[in-house]
């Protein structure tokens, strides 16, 4: 089996290196670094951002903690090499995994020339290949409208964050859906006067109500402005340079010293010659998948963020390992589909977000009968300790049966915690289960038994 794979970011090399563990014949193309825009531009630079500048923030959990607060200071060349550093020992240890299940990597650019040939052009020229099962996992990049041109100084996408060229003393964020919450937290963390643009009348649209009211008296409590119900229409430069100037369409108007744009991304499906192999994507870009990333072609794939399905890179790796079994057939064997509904996700703010499965609104909507139970970290010994008492655990679960549905987590170590309720949704589990299991104390987790309960 030919398989060729155009994108080497979380969802190629996963379906790379899984393909040739069950025998396929693997050639991936990556024009940049394997480990993909994941690993360069967005999760692990911008947590690694978020790492620095929360153990900038720590002070003010430590002076409480019978600790005197020191003011520490950011070296900019040491925390640029700490980024590129854990970027280029991840990107490392990935091409070496390729190597070591003997997967063919070219360096260089793909494009579908037929339906069963792709070309590849990099520094050692063009190679033309062939393939029986293609898979294109190209991610995407930032979104940029066309009223405000990004010069990667003062005015950023999230790309030119890690660290910028000069650190903002105030930014203004546009966009307050997952990635722009984030920035707010990593550039209010490391001290800057940050405004943030939200278009509703509330940050985190599509999220529990609840859960965003929390995040948002943190921002206010760090002197956060927030800008509610504005659009954002233009950003542009201060006639000195030295700054940006944001208007919104209700004639508000911010000037800080950088904006940044967090409005999103579009997928990298131009440029491909999907054409001549007969891809179609949808309105927006996107390319449109089965339950198993089939497109409409039957032996070409699609995954991770050009399939439009959620945009994370823990799905994108797993749509990259169902690829795989398809190609080599598992399928037919024993195969659990992919359910995007059960994916947890985060929000690395302070303090942390996550949740997985149903939400509470969705039941409510949909007019399902549900079980909600609460319970505040103020009530669990770790939390004391930790003089960190934010935030709480909720579980939604069927009432009759017990089934654990989903929950959200608002608190330390959120994203690391809601694993226990992402194993419960995703393996049927009953609340029963978690209360049953014999777990640490004193833990926060301690809240989730009690949740349960
Ligand atoms: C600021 C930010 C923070 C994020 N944080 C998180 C997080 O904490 N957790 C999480 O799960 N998700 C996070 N995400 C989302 C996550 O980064 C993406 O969902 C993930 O990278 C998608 O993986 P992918 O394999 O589809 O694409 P990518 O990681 O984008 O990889 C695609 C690869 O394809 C290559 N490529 C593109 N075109 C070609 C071509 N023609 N030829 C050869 N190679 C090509 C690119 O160079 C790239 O290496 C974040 C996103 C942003 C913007």
């Not at 960190?388 to 654990?404: C, L, M």
């Amino acid at each position: 089996m030919r398989f060729v794979i155009i994108g080497g970011g979380p969802a190629g090399y996963q379906a790379a290196t899984y393909a040739a563990r069950l025998g396929a014949q693997v050639t991936v193309i990556e024009r940049d670094v394997y480990g993909g825009a994941a690993n360069l531009w967005d999760c692990i630079p911008s947590k690694t951002m978020i790492a620095t500048g929360g153990a900038m923030s720590e002070g003010r959990r430590l002076s409480g903690m019978g600790l005197v607060q020191s003011s520490p200071v950011v070296d900019t060349e040491a925390l640029t090499s700490r980024i590129n550093g854990i970027a280029n020992d991840l990107n490392g240890d990935i091409v070496k995994l390729l190597q070591s299940q003997g997967v063919r990597m070219i360096d260089g650019t793909g494009r579908f020339t037929g339906p069963n040939s792709i070309e590849a052009t990099g520094p050692n020229g063009t190679e033309s290949i062939e393939f029986d099962k293609a898979l294109v996992s190209t991610g995407s990049r930032p979104r940029i409208p066309d009223w405000c041109e990004p010069d990667g100084d003062r005015i950023l996408t999230t790309r030119d964050c890690y660290p910028p060229k000069v650190f903002p003393d105030s930014i203004t964020v546009v966009g307050s859906g997952v990635t722009g919450v984030e920035f707010v937290h990593m550039f209010s963390s490391f001290g800057a006067e940050v405004t943030l643009v939200v278009s509703r009348q509330h940050v985190l649209p599509g999220k529990d109500p609840e859960v965003a009211g929390v995040l948002e008296d943190d921002f206010l409590r760090r002197g956060v402005k927030l800008l509610k119900g504005a659009r954002a229409e233009s950003i542009e430069r201060t006639d000195d340079g030295d700054g940006t100037i944001v208007k919104c369409d209700d004639g508000r108007v911010v000037r800080s010293t950088h904006a940044v744009l967090a409005i999103g991304s579009v997928p990298n499906t131009d440029e491909l010659g999907l054409e001549a192999a007969g891809v179609e994507l949808d309105d927006w870009g996107y390319i449109p998948i089965n339950h198993h990333c089939v497109t409409n072609q039957t032996h070409i794939y699609a995954a991770g963020d050009v399939s439009g399905k959620l945009p994370l890179a823990s799905v994108a790796s797993m749509q990259g390992r169902k690829v795989a079994e398809h190609v080599m057939g598992l399928h037919t064997i024993e195969h659990r589909h992919l359910d995007y509904d059960k994916a947890a996700s985060a929000i690395f703010t302070e303090p942390e977000i996550a949740d997985v499965g149903l939400a509470e609104a969705e039941a409510f909507a949909s007019g399902r009968k549900i079980r909600v139970t609460k319970v505040p970290f103020s009530t669990t010994a770790k939390a004391l300790i930790n003089n960190d008492p934010r935030g709480f655990v909720k579980i939604i679960s069927d009432p009759a049966t017990g089934e654990v549905l989903g929950g959200s987590i608002v608190g330390r170590h959120a994203a690391e915690l809601i694993s226990v309720i992402a194993l419960a949704v995703t393996a049927n589990l009953r609340v029963s289960d978690i209360v049953e299991s014999l777990l640490v104390h004193p833990a926060l987790s301690e809240a989730l038994a009690e949740a349960a309960e």
